[in-house]
C-alpha cells in the first residue's frame, strides 16, 4: 500500500517493481523482494513532502510502476531531480532522489 498525503510512504505489499524510461520506452522489472525493499527504504527516507501541483511537462525520463501484492493495483510516479511526481503533484526531497534517478538511467545504458 502507497500513503502519498501528506507525505509520501511506500508501505508493506509490494511485490514488483516495472522501472520505464521515458526516453526510449523501454522497462525493466525488479521482482526480487531484497531489491524492492531496497528501493522502497530509499524512497521512504527522503521524507517527500507534498508541495503542490505541478505544470504539465513534455516529458520524463524515469518512471516507477508499484505492483500491490495480491492485487492487479499499480500506483505509478515519475523520478524527478529534486522529489517525485505523482497524479501532478509533487513531492519534494534534497537531492538524493536524484541519485535514485541516476542509477535508474545508468540500469538503461
Known sequence: ?????????I??????????NGTTGETLKVTDQQEINRIVDIINDLGLRKEGRVTPSTGWSIALDFKEENSQKTISFVLRNNGIEYKNDF????DRVGVLLREFEDKFE
Open 1 to 9: 500500500m502507497i500513503n502519498f498525503s501528506p507525505q509520501l510512504k
Open 11 to 20: 508501505r508493506e505489499g509490494i511485490d514488483g517493481i516495472t522501472v520505464r
Open 91 to 94: 513531492y519534494g526531497t534534497d
